[in-house]
């Protein structure tokens, strides 16, 4: 095989341990947040159509008020429970607020590293693969 075959083959086997570890950190990391009662100001459920594709997406579009200030509530995944008014637990971290724990987990640096090698991998084993059928024609 040629150098760069074998360069692609290394990361590769570099994305895949990137990917275990960072989970594995990911996993493990004590996040900080705050439980809090927020009141729902407004809750929508949009559905959105790709115009090349034509499929859907649904879209949660919920307002809460706490403390005094209005946030958008990340991560809900629907608006059922969400009437106007009613009081919602929701949770606090780096000033924004979550519906979930899993929207607060997921929203780490760490996280968003563990996803880029979690893609990175299969698109290097495609790179890799690709390398060395050119490598064994020549």
């Given at each position: 095989?040629?150098?760069?075959?074998?360069?692609?083959?290394?990361?590769?086997?570099?994305?895949?341990?990137?990917?275990?570890?960072?989970r594995y950190?990911?996993?493990?990391?004590?996040?900080?947040?705050?439980?809090?009662s927020?009141?729902?100001?407004?809750a929508?459920?949009?559905?959105?159509?790709?115009?090349k594709?034509?499929?859907?997406?649904?879209?949660?579009?919920?307002?809460?008020?706490?403390d005094?200030?209005?946030?958008?509530?990340?991560?809900?995944?629907?608006?059922?429970?969400?009437?106007?008014?009613?009081?919602?637990?929701?949770?606090l971290?780096?000033?924004?607020?979550?519906?979930?724990?899993?929207?607060?987990?997921?929203?780490?640096?760490?996280?968003?590293?563990?996803?880029?090698?979690?893609?990175?991998?299969?698109?290097?084993?495609?790179?890799?693969?690709?390398?060395?059928?050119?490598?064994?024609r020549?």
């Open positions: 095989m040629k150098k760069k075959a074998i360069l692609m083959w290394i990361l590769f086997v570099v994305c895949i341990v990137g990917t275990v570890a960072l950190l990911s996993d493990r990391q004590d996040v900080q947040y705050e439980e809090v927020a009141t729902v100001i407004s929508q459920e949009k559905v959105m159509t790709n115009r594709t034509h499929s859907t997406y649904t879209s949660y579009e919920i307002t809460v008020k706490y005094g200030k209005e946030y958008d509530l990340k991560n809900a995944h629907g608006i059922y429970g969400f009437n106007s008014g009613a009081e919602v637990t929701a949770y971290s780096n000033g924004k607020l979550y519906a979930n724990i899993e929207g607060v987990e997921s929203s780490t640096p760490l996280f968003y590293a563990y996803f880029a090698f979690l893609i990175a991998s299969p698109v290097m084993l495609g790179v890799a693969i690709n390398e060395s059928v050119k490598a064994k020549k």
